[in-house]
């Protein structure tokens, strides 16, 4: 339910760049948490706090790219 609201929010909000940047954070988030339980064993408040800046760093460092690439692909369907 959450995964599904954050992406109709994001295509609403800020059109096909949403999906990108969202699919780039679940990515991110799934590959980092597979790295740290491999590495630890298992997953912990700290390292579910780490993939989580993790995916906001990669969302905002792609965000920045993809904008100056490809603009064209902020436009929000409300506006």
Known sequence: LGLTTAMVAS???????GV???????LVSLMFGRWVTGLLGGMT?????AVDEVAEV???????????????LFQSPLS
């Open 11 to 17: 295509v609403l909000l800020i059109g096909g760049a």
């Open 20 to 26: 990108i940047l969202l699919g780039a954070a679940l």
């Open 45 to 49: 408040g700290d390292t579910y706090g």
């Open 58 to 72: 990669t969302v905002l460092i792609l965000g920045i790219i993809l904008f100056e690439v490809a603009s064209e």
